[in-house]
């Protein structure tokens, strides 16, 4: 029977679920015709304001010679080029350090291949952190290894749990099908732009917490790791809350945030280098002007859900250019500070996003430094100084859209924000590089010829900083070991070759899938 795929089937907002029906009158063919429908991906478009409409790719089989029509492709045979893996040689015991996306994802798929793994994290488990977090909300006090950076299911765990990927490959695909397997809607395997919320991360984080005990795993909370020992340029020795234990394979998913051990690495002579991130402002919005700018009026956002956007805008002779980044519709923004004495803006939402703000990073390209240490340095100086114009009590700089275009303080009171530890009016460019703040600027212009009102109803809240890593731990491209210390494979946000929580995740399962025991 002939194979088909057809591409950006329209399907009305209130009818989601009937895709057969939707295909068959589109194809003018019975309902009974159409056999083995699957569905390859959904999406909301909303490209003619005022009528968006699902759109869905889905495969099927059908008796029927169908003429060639618009959309219509017979099904192309699947490769499995993705399935061909290099082998790297590990122990059969692995030390995994660091409990975000990319060591959990590691640890399981290492285990369901029958390794032995140990995995140890500095903060605690997903509960008792989401206490420290709300604690630190309420009374200030900071826990530099139980925040929102660090703890179980890592930076991931208080986000607005987009699943996005910039390419779906076996190993993103995989890990899709875990989140699926561990309780998760099966929607998030064809959603174009699938996200869970921080709720359902919790409820994920803690079933896959399970699973890995069940197949034999084991997992130290509040356990640092301090030092590293190298022998003869492989790694021999670690040591984990002052004790040292014997380690030929470590797997290192520290974060982009740990910035002790990049200091580590660099002393015990690990090969690092410096590279590009990006840094700016968070901004927020009424949700209801983003919905209608980008849907339209009457819109029904029960069947939509809340609107998104995603901007980017060429400034300063497009040598930098500003752009949106890890939008969370309906969300809150956190403070996300690993250090004491720093302040750090980051969004997240439920996963009903329906609260009455949106935000959103506006961020702009910062180059690799001259020195190792200079993108650390940049990010640390503009979360110190945010910290001081807070008075030390995590009130974040923020600044009317509106008034930082005319570089200056606010005169009146700013709206009401979602970020838990107040704001404090001040005059950005005063602290921020401007080069930013005029990237920033430019792309504000250019952002409120798309949505109209961006400008005028818009807050600043500074500073955003954390986007990805200022630095790379350098490793083989292949083997994923670094280059200059057998034994020691590097994953994730942190090692600077992935970003997100599905990307840093399939980093894991790479890994996993490459490892062959040695003894
Ligand atoms: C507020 C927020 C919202 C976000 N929203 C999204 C989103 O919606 N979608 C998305 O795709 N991405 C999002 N991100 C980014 C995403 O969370 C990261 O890209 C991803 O978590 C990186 O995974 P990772 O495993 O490499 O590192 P991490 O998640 O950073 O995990 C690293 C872990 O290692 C631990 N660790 C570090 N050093 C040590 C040590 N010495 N000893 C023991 N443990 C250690 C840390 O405590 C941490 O738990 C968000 C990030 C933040 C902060």
Not at 161 to 169: E, I, M, V, Y
Not at 291 to 304: A, C, M, P, S, Y
Not at 462 to 480: G, Q, V
Request: overall charge neutral.
């Amino acid at each position: 029977m002939p194979s088909y795929q057809y591409r950006e089937l329209s399907v009305d907002l209130d009818k989601k679920n009937n895709v057969a029906e939707a295909l068959s009158h589109t194809l003018h063919i019975s309902l009974d015709s159409i056999q083995n429908l699957s569905i390859e991906r959904l999406s909301l478009d909303s490209r003619k304001r005022g009528a968006p409409h699902w759109s869905y790719n889905v495969f099927f089989d059908t008796e029927k010679t169908l003429k060639p029509q618009h959309g219509l492709f017979k099904k192309e045979s699947e490769t499995k080029n993705d399935l061909i893996v290099d082998s790297v040689d590990v122990s059969s015991l692995i030390h995994v350090i660091g409990a975000g996306p990319a060591g959990l994802w590691a640890t399981l798929h290492l285990l369901r291949r029958g390794f032995q793994v140990k995995l140890y994290e500095q903060g605690k488990p997903v509960e008792s952190r989401f206490r420290d977090i709300r604690r630190f909300f309420n009374d200030r006090h900071f826990n530099p290894t139980s925040n929102v950076l660090f703890g179980e299911g890592g930076a991931g765990a208080f986000s607005d749990g987009k699943l996005n990927t910039r390419s779906r490959n076996l190993f993103s695909q995989t890990v899709l099908e875990d989140m699926v397997h561990l309780g998760m809607s099966k929607e998030i395997l064809y959603f174009s732009k699938p996200h869970i919320g921080t709720n359902k991360l919790v409820l994920l984080l803690r079933a896959l917490r399970q699973e890995i005990i069940d197949l034999g795993g084991e997992i130290f909370f509040e356990s640092k790791l301090e030092d590293i020992e190298i022998t003869n340029q492989q790694i021999s020795k670690i040591k984990i809350n002052n004790s040292w234990l014997d380690c030929d394979t470590l797997v290192l998913a520290p974060g982009h945030s740990a910035r002790d051990l990049y200091e580590l690495l660099n002393e015990k002579g690990v090969t690092l280098e410096a590279k590009g991130f990006a840094m700016g402002v968070r901004v927020e919005h009424p949700q209801a002007l983003i919905n209608e700018r980008q849907f339209g009026k009457n819109v029904d956002i029960d069947l939509t859900g809340s609107a998104e956007y995603a901007l980017t805008a060429k400034t300063l002779k497009d040598t930098s250019s500003a752009y949106s980044f890890c939008m969370c519709p309906g969300g809150v923004l956190v403070p996300c500070a690993s250090e004491q004495g720093a302040l750090a803006t980051n969004g997240m939402s439920h996963s009903h996003r329906k609260g009455p703000l949106a935000n959103g990073a506006i961020v702009v390209p910062v180059q690799a430094g001259k020195s190792l240490w200079d993108g650390l340095n940049h990010q640390r100086r503009l979360e110190r100084i945010a910290y001081e114009i807070g008075e030390k009590s995590y009130s974040a700089p923020a600044q009317s859209i509106e008034a930082f275009l005319n570089k200056k303080r606010d005169s009146i009171d700013l709206p009401k924000s979602t970020y838990p530890c107040g704001l404090t009016p001040n005059n950005i460019w005063d602290w921020m590089d401007p080069y930013i703040c005029k990237s920033l600027a430019e792309g504000f212009l250019s952002f409120e010829r798309k949505i109209p009102g961006f400008i005028k109803y818009g807050t600043i809240i500074a500073p955003e900083t954390r986007t990805s890593s200022p630095i790379r731990i350098l490793r083989n491209l292949d083997t994923l070991e670094s280059v200059s210390t057998k034994g020691l494979f590097v994953l994730g946000e942190g090692a600077g070759y992935a970003g997100g929580i599905v990307t840093s995740a399939a980093d894991g399962v790479r890994f996993a899938l490459k490892a062959k025991k040695l003894h």
